[in-house]
């Protein structure tokens, strides 16, 4: 039959100048018993008796962890009120965004709103321009009070 055997030695040949299968140092039941303790050692409890055994061995001390929320899942008041309150921020930008001209989508929230500033300030100039024009307008378009 065909079996899988690990050594930790170099395989010895016999009188018949054949590979041996198993070195005169290999133990099935010492390697049975190796692999076993390696799966207890990396396995969860098994018993309530191992479970408690488990529990013993931690610290009194010890601090479970927390186990974080999801991003974006955060159940905190303060923390849902500052996210619909950032949310409300990015909506009123991106509309202020539209309004303005040469205001590209990679524009930082300081540059909008510096660019926002000098575009309401032309428009004053201009508004201003246009009455001082219609002050001056001598083409009777103007009633008079």
Known sequence: SNS???SSSAPQTNNSNKRSSRTDNEDPDLLLHCLTALETQYSLPQTSLEMDKLMHNIPQDS???KIR?????ATHPRSIAERE??????GKLK????????MDKQTSYSDMLDLAVQHIKGL????QKLHEDLENCTCGCKQST
């Open 124 to 127: 004053q100039t201009q508004v």
């Open 63 to 65: 601090v479970p962890c």
């Open 4 to 6: 899988i055997v690990f």
């Open 85 to 90: 309150r950032r949310t409300r921020i990015s």
């Open 95 to 102: 509309k202020l965004q539209d309004l303005v001209p040469n």
């Open 69 to 73: 929320a999801k991003r974006g899942c």
